[in-house]
């Protein structure tokens, strides 16, 4: 059993459009969720922490559903430069392991 | 500030050398972590240290040797390396050694290695 599934994708989507990711996790003492962006042979970087009252930034929305146990990530308008695997990252509320998902690639396409 | 550093970006090294990573984050962070990432695979957790004690080794070969020789910096020794050990490298820190409740995780911008 995954502690955190993620679909894979790939999602290609045309700019503008308005794309979601979803990620479901096992452990229901979880406690941080995030959603990483992580481009072709770069390391992965913080795009935003998950909260229980759900959270924007700009163009991005992440909500969390405890109850369900999954969280998601909304892109708006998306842009060429949004093309990148996303990962979404679940930490338990002892230990210092993140648990990380497979990752959704996405590419925007012209 | 949210740095973490890694050295060298690249390293090609043969299966009888003997070689290492470094990693050094200025953050106050107690937490430091090694992934280890193959192409289209997320990070795979190798080890965590704790107040610069290894608390998790996801039974990784002793041909990986991690140390922290402080709360600042983490190195990774690579001896007797094999081929399938090429990878990208990651470091990551967080501020909480002890695991409790919320954190972040940061990552540096890894180190790419091929193993001859």
């Known amino acids: 059993r995954k502690e955190v599934e993620q679909d894979p994708g790939p999602f290609n989507v045309p700019e503008g459009a308005t794309v979601a990711f979803n990620c479901t996790y096992s452990?229901?003492?979880?406690?941080?969720f995030f959603w990483y962006r992580q481009d072709c042979r770069k390391e992965p970087k913080l795009l935003m922490s998950?909260?229980?009252s759900g959270n924007e930034d700009g163009r991005f929305t992440a909500q969390l559903n405890r109850a369900s146990q999954y969280i998601s990530l909304l892109i708006r308008d998306s842009k060429l430069s949004d093309s990148a695997t996303y990962l979404c990252?679940?930490?338990?509320?002892?230990?210092?392991?993140?648990?990380f998902g497979t990752g959704t690639s996405l590419t925007v396409i012209p | 500030d949210t740095e973490v550093t890694q050295t060298p970006k690249h390293l090609v090294m043969g299966m009888t050398n003997k070689k290492s990573l470094k990693c050094e984050q200025h953050?106050?962070?107690?937490?430091m972590y090694w992934y280890k990432q193959k192409a289209k695979k997320p990070p795979e957790l190798m080890f965590v240290?704790?107040?610069?004690?290894?608390?998790i080794n996801e039974s990784v070969p002793s041909r990986f040797s991690p140390e922290c020789p402080n709360s600042s910096l983490l190195n990774l020794h690579l001896h007797a390396l094999q081929p399938e050990d090429s990878a990208l490298y990651l470091c990551?820190?967080?501020?909480?050694?002890?695991?409790?409740?919320?954190?972040?995780?940061?990552f540096g911008p890894g180190t790419r290695l091929t193993v001859l």
């Open positions: 452990n229901s003492a979880s406690q941080s």
């Open positions: 990551a820190s967080s501020q909480d050694g002890l695991g409790h409740g919320a954190d972040t995780q940061y």
């Open positions: 990252v679940v930490k338990e509320n002892t230990g210092n392991q993140f648990y």
């Open positions: 240290y704790s107040y610069e004690k290894l608390s």
């Open positions: 953050m106050g962070h107690r937490a």
């Open positions: 998950v909260y229980s």
